[in-house]
């Protein structure tokens, strides 16, 4: 069992940022995929982002592409997502993910049910 906790949310204004941070106590999570996903309000929870295990390969939405950029630190058991030039759309609940299972396309990081572990979410809300 892998348990995930999310953090750095919160409120800033439009065109700022903000890092997200999903940590885990347990070492495996340093050989899980990892995805973040997000849920507006009134909307359908959607894929953002999603990262190998080790790193090398990144995975983004059009939506935030060119402003989100994901990385890991496996010695600390953390996946960062940083999100930079931030909109009022980019409000929601922010929720990483992850499995032990190798993912190889971003169709394979977009499918929420392939992840084996959630956690409880961060709110990130931008301000117009």
């Known amino acids: 069992q892998v348990q995930l906790v999310e953090s750095g949310g919160g409120l800033v204004q439009a065109g700022g940022s903000l890092r997200l941070s999903c940590a885990a106590s347990?070492?495996?999570?340093?050989?899980?995929?990892v995805g973040w996903f997000r849920r507006a309000p009134g909307k359908e929870r959607e894929f953002v982002a999603g990262?190998?295990?080790?790193?090398?390969?990144?995975y983004y939405a059009n939506s935030v592409k060119g402003r989100f950029t994901l990385s890991r630190d496996n010695a600390e058991n953390t996946v960062y997502l940083q999100m930079s030039s931030l909109k009022p759309e980019d409000t929601a609940v922010y929720y990483c993910a992850a499995t032990g299972k190798p993912l190889y396309s971003s169709s394979e990081y977009e499918r929420r049910l392939i992840y084996d572990y959630w956690g409880q979410g961060t709110q990130v809300t931008v301000s117009s």
């Open positions: 990262i190998n295990w080790s790193g090398t390969s990144t």
């Open positions: 347990q070492r495996t999570f340093s050989r899980c995929a």
